[in-house]
């Protein structure tokens, strides 16, 4: 069975730019979740999704940070405009309808 | 907050047992305990979760108290492999039951040669 799969797996951008992180989770899970790990830190979770309707966000910077899950499958993540302090591997994970989480590889954000 | 507080580092010697330990005393009835590991540069992998019984899979054992306010973790033999940074989560499963999923800081173990 494939795993959530993630890319890129790294960036590094000037702050005041723009970037965009990818989501595949693992076949036939509704549930799908973004995180942000700061060095040294567990997880954070910023969005969850359930299908391409969203459960949580209550974390998620909206000023400039966005995501979205069309057709209920794939996600993206955003930051519009970065800064300095979103340096962190983005995680992704899904699961099936809130049982056990499964984690891609992550995205390694450095942001200059 | 997370809901589970966990020792920051522990050390092992290679080939002994690792034993993490993780409290969570406001753990709540439907809450399962589970457990990921995450080495280095990589996401956090799922190792085993319980709700009252003791499990046990191929990685690890995992040992609940009957009060199930605490855990412990067991890696019956561990390998420069297991060194990682453990974390121990507390959540309900199910379509009816959602709950944000906190991570604390976890224990970082070290498997010594």
């Known amino acids: 069975e494939a795993g959530v799969a993630q890319s890129p797996r790294y960036k590094i951008i000037e702050k005041r730019q723009s970037v965009a992180f990818w989501c595949n989770p693992i076949?036939?899970?509704?549930?799908l979740y973004w995180y942000q790990q700061i060095l040294g830190q567990g997880p954070k979770l910023l969005i969850q999704?359930?299908?391409?309707?969203?459960?949580?966000d209550s974390q998620l910077p909206k000023d400039r940070f966005s995501a979205e899950r069309l057709k209920g499958v794939d996600s993206t993540l955003k930051i519009q405009p970065a800064k300095l302090e979103d340096s962190a591997v983005y995680l992704c994970?899904?699961?099936?309808?809130?049982?056990?989480?499964?984690f891609g590889p992550g995205t390694r954000l450095l942001v200059l | 907050d997370a809901k589970t507080t966990q020792p920051t580092s522990m050390d092992c010697a290679e080939g002994r047992a690792a034993n993490l330990p993780c409290n969570h005393s406001?753990?709540?009835?439907?809450?399962?305990v589970y457990w990921y590991r995450q080495i280095h540069s990589q996401g956090p992998q799922y190792i085993i979760h319980?709700?009252?019984n003791n499990e046990t899979n191929e990685m690890a054992s995992l040992i609940i108290t009957e009060d199930r306010k605490s855990s412990t973790l067991i890696l019956p033999h561990a390998t420069l492999r297991d060194t990682a940074v453990y974390y121990c989560?507390?959540?309900?499963?199910?379509?009816?039951?959602?709950?944000?999923?906190?991570f604390g800081p976890g224990t970082s173990l070290s498997v010594i040669p």
């Open positions: 994970a899904s699961s099936s309808y809130q049982e056990t989480q499964y």
């Open positions: 076949s036939g899970h509704a549930t």
């Open positions: 999704f359930q299908n391409n309707g969203v459960v949580d």
């Open positions: 406001t753990i709540s009835g439907n809450e399962y």
């Open positions: 319980g709700l009252k």
């Open positions: 989560i507390v959540r309900p499963r199910g379509v009816t039951s959602y709950d944000k999923v906190i």
